[in-house]
């Protein structure tokens, strides 16, 4: 079985900085797209940065310039490297992935971590 675990919340003063780990493990054979979505009290998940496997990112446009997304393939592991953080960015961050295992492709979400934003 394939699975997601997260690390690296917690709680952070505004204008400072975390970084969040998934590493993915099991029988996989390859990780098209990782990302990070997040899902703040009374809000719907949205996304914040996802990453290909050939290094292409994007952004949600309320990151960019403040949070980078990065990821070590041989590792099956992504990270997101959130700066000047807000009170807004408060939220549980949930990694994803799109996967490629030997019996199909399956789509795994990470347990989620929190993250808090206040002074």
């Known amino acids: 079985q394939v699975q997601l675990v997260e690390s690296g919340g917690g709680l952070v003063q505004p204008g400072g900085s975390l970084r969040l780990s998934c590493a993915a493990s099991g029988k996989i054979f390859s990780i098209n797209v990782m990302g990070w979505y997040r899902q703040a009290p009374g809000k719907e998940r949205e996304l914040v940065a996802v990453i290909t496997s050939g290094g292409s990112t994007n952004y949600a446009e309320s990151v960019k310039g403040r949070f980078t997304i990065s990821r070590d393939n041989a590792r099956n592991t992504v990270y997101l490297q959130m700066n000047s953080l807000k009170p807004e960015d408060t939220a549980v961050y949930y990694c994803?992935?799109?996967?490629?295992?030997?019996?199909?492709?399956?789509?795994?979400w990470g347990q989620g971590t929190q993250v808090t934003v206040a002074s």
């Open positions: 994803y992935g799109g996967i490629n295992t030997y019996g199909g492709f399956q789509q795994r």
